[in-house]
């Protein structure tokens, strides 16, 4: 298994700033992968956090605005850029450490933009 | 990713079996069933994984049809700590497709 952390926890941003998450992992991972999930909704997927290159977005989902980072095998970090009120959200780590096990999640990050 | 169906929400009571059932009408030949459960103000966290007939581990059971295209997640004896979301996801690979495509998930909610 992983142990995933995910820091902040949660945090209340102003419209317009930006906020960086951060998820730290206690091993290794091959793969690292961004998630949303808005208030009372299932979990969308914004990215896949590739080592050493730009992320591999899904649609929807723009560099501009989900800038993401992952420096080496266990950390990897996400920014939510010029936020709205729309963006308020719980944004999820989920790593998979390699081909044969399944995906783990960090607690997520909730994200309130006032 | 082959798309999935599954009841919005169920009941129970403590000490009955939850069984959950979930369509995936167009799963590919590769593809595998896996179930996460997730509680408020937590991620995902992994079941059970199946390819067919039956698997069982400490938490569940997963019984799936010959021809695939359903599955049931069967829980035993819950517990009202078991009130969670379930979800059933269908894809790629020997451990599944990682880029995770969650559907609308069944939300269990089990009382005393």
């Known amino acids: 298994s992983a142990v995933i952390s995910q820091k902040p926890s949660r945090d209340i941003c102003q419209r317009g700033t930006s906020l960086t998450i951060q998820c730290q992992v206690d091993?290794?991972?091959?793969?690292m992968f961004w998630y949303r999930q808005q208030p009372g909704q299932s979990l969308t997927l914004i990215a896949t956090?590739?080592?050493?290159?730009?992320?591999?977005?899904e649609s929807g989902f723009v560099i501009d605005k989900f800038p993401i980072s992952r420096p080496n095998l266990t950390f990897s970090t996400l920014t939510v850029s010029n936020m709205s009120p729309e963006d308020s959200s719980i944004y999820l780590c989920?790593?998979?450490?390699?081909?044969?096990?399944?995906?783990?999640f960090g607690q997520g990050t909730r994200l309130t933009v006032v | 990713l082959a798309k999935t169906t599954q009841p919005i929400s169920m009941d129970s009571y403590e000490g009955q079996e939850v069984n959950i059932t979930c369509s995936h009408n167009?799963?590919?030949?590769?593809?595998?069933i896996t179930w996460y459960q997730q509680f408020p103000s937590q991620g995902p966290r992994f079941i059970i994984q199946?390819?067919?007939t039956k698997v069982t581990n400490e938490v569940a059971s997963l019984f799936i049809p010959a021809d695939r295209k359903s599955s049931t997640l069967s829980l035993p004896r819950v517990s009202l700590s078991d009130t969670a979301v379930y979800y059933c996801?269908?894809?790629?690979?020997?451990?599944?497709?990682?880029?995770?495509?969650f559907g609308a998930g069944t939300t269990v909610t089990v009382r005393a």
């Open positions: 091993s290794q991972v091959t793969m």
């Open positions: 956090a590739n080592q050493g290159s730009e992320a591999t977005y």
């Open positions: 989920s790593v998979v450490i390699d081909l044969r096990t399944e995906a783990f």
């Open positions: 996801l269908v894809g790629r690979g020997g451990g599944g497709d990682y880029k995770l495509s």
């Open positions: 199946g390819y067919k």
């Open positions: 167009n799963i590919a030949t590769n593809d595998y």
